[in-house]
């Protein structure tokens, strides 16, 4: 199984271009999130969709949308990129029951706005 | 903000010393759960504690939940140049959310 996977894994944007992250997971998880890293920031919740069909804003959720196109399909879309978002973005999916499990994540995607 | 803190930032140990890194949270946390990331790679699952004053193993790896859950540690017995990376706890409050601390980065020396 190929789990999480991530689409592009670099990107190079000018400031006020749009982009589009895709994520796909194989493992029927109905939980999938969007992380950003930055250095000694650790991993920060941008959003997640708990089920299909469901969209919820994370700790730093404002810059970014975010579409559930079915239970494989989060992604996460940029609109007009500045160069605070430069990170690497996560994504990642986890099945809720009975409890809350592990998180297993894509490779990650290198975003430079310059 | 954030909501679980970390420490240390960064650690350097000679290979066959023990090494540890403590999380720290404000709030009573329903779970932890730690991941190590390898330079360059993504996030892996170690392991889950959820008990009160829990205490798991994994090889050389023990993981311990404080008894008011509130914070935790990872301790590694005995180093190697493979335990090398970042290592997160992450705790969940009860709602969907995992908060993530600022990870403690290990560097072995050979």
């Known amino acids: 199984n190929a789990g999480v996977t991530q689409t592009p894994k670099f990107q190079v944007l000018k400031t006020g271009q749009s982009m589009t992250l895709q994520c796909a997971q194989d493992?029927?998880?109905?939980?999938m999130y969007w992380y950003r890293q930055d250095p000694g920031m650790g991993l920060r919740l941008i959003y997640y969709?708990?089920?299909?069909?469901?969209?919820d804003k994370g700790e730093v959720p404002n810059g970014y949308n975010v579409s559930r196109l079915n239970k494989r399909e989060f992604s996460l879309r940029l609109e007009s990129a500045a160069p605070s978002q430069t990170s690497v973005y996560f994504c990642?999916?986890?099945?809720?029951?009975?409890?809350?499990?592990?998180?297993?994540f894509g490779s990650g995607t290198q975003l430079s706005v310059l | 903000g954030q909501q679980v803190m970390q420490i240390p930032q960064y650690q350097h140990v000679q290979e066959g010393e023990d090494f540890t890194t403590y999380c720290n949270s404000s709030?009573?946390?329903?779970?932890i759960q730690w991941y190590k990331q390898r330079p360059g790679g993504h996030p892996v699952f170690l392991i889950q504690?959820?008990?009160?004053?829990e205490v798991k193993k994994q090889k050389r790896l023990t993981f311990q939940f404080g008894e008011a859950k509130k914070n935790s540690s990872l301790h590694i017995t005995a180093t190697q140049t493979t335990d090398v990376g970042t290592y997160f706890c992450?705790?969940?409050?009860?709602?969907?959310?995992?908060?993530f601390g600022t990870g403690t980065r290990l560097t072995v020396i050979p």
């Open positions: 990642a999916s986890s099945e809720v029951v009975p409890v809350y499990g592990k998180l297993f």
């Open positions: 493992m029927n998880h109905n939980s």
């Open positions: 969709s708990a089920s299909e069909g469901t969209t």
């Open positions: 709030t009573t946390l329903s779970n």
């Open positions: 504690l959820v008990k009160s004053g």
């Open positions: 992450a705790g969940r409050t009860g709602a969907n959310n995992l908060f």
